[in-house]
T-cell receptor, first 112, second 117 residues
Framework: QQQVKQSPQSLIVQKGGISIINCAYE??????FPWYQQFPGKGPALLIA?????SEKKEGRFTISFNKSAKQFSLHIMDSQPGDSATYFC???????????FGEGTQLTVNP | GAVVSQHPSRVICKSGTSVKIECRSL??????MFWYRQFPKQSLMLMAT?????????EQGVEKDKFLINHASLTLSTLTVTSAHPEDSSFYIC?????????????FGPGTRLLVL
């Protein structure tokens, strides 16, 4: 029940295209859903996050779509750029604390 | 801002020695700090959670006597890998939790690459 399933494991997109990464969770007590971006040899950086009271959140080229009934959320990267090539992790946490449960990660490659 | 630093960024040590890694929240006081390890092409695995002034809570399967965590202040936590062996070689990442408006958000350090020879 603590798992967060992420797909795809890897994704190749052409420059200017849309990158879509999906996550699904089981525990309905999760109430915070962040996405992290990680470059090789670096720590993860918070990209964007959402709470269950909204269905979508947009920040620049990054959008989270959240489907509470399906227990799924996704990251959309519009106008993908080669500089977006990185590993992306979804995560979820409970209200009682900030302990994060991570997805398995998606390695995104944006070809020029 | 919410900057978390780690020191050292990389360390090479001989088998059997101990290594200390520091994690600092530079511009905020962290209610909680977390330690993760990450193997190549894998996700982050939580090792332990620490609150200032109290004992760390370790995840199942993590040896508390091998991975010593000290959280002496609201801005500093240390992880000591005791009697390190080659299988402890990994990327160790800390994070600090900041209470920010709608809840707590974790900010990650840049990681420490440990290589045990």
């Amino acid at each position: 029940q603590q798992q967060v399933k992420q797909s795809p494991q890897s994704l190749i997109v052409q420059k200017g295209g849309i990158s879509i990464i999906n996550c699904a969770y089981e525990n309905t007590a999760f109430d915070y859903f962040p996405w992290y971006q990680q470059f090789p040899g670096k720590g993860p950086a918070l990209l964007i996050a959402i709470r269950p009271d909204v269905s979508e959140k947009k920040e620049g080229r990054f959008t989270i779509s959240f489907n509470k009934s399906a227990k799924q959320f996704s990251l959309h990267i519009m106008d993908s750029q080669p500089g977006d090539s990185a590993t992306y992790f979804c995560a979820a946490s409970m209200p009682s604390g900030s302990r994060l449960t991570f997805g398995e990660g998606t390695q995104l490659t944006v070809n020029p | 801002g919410a900057v978390v630093s780690q020191h050292p960024s990389r360390v090479i040590c001989k088998s059997g020695t101990s290594v200390k890694i520091e994690c600092r929240s530079l511009d905020f006081q962290a209610t909680t700090m977390f330690w993760y390890r990450q193997f190549p092409k894998q996700s982050l695995m939580l090792m332990a959670t620490s609150n200032e002034g109290s004992k760390a809570t370790y995840e199942q399967g993590v040896e508390k006597d091998k991975f010593l965590i000290n959280h002496a202040s609201l801005t500093l936590s240390t992880l000591t890998v005791t009697s390190a062996h080659p299988e402890d070689s990994s990327f160790y990442i800390c994070s600090a939790s900041k209470l920010a408006g709608t809840g707590e958000t974790q900010y990650f350090g840049p990681g420490t690459r440990l290589l045990v020879l």
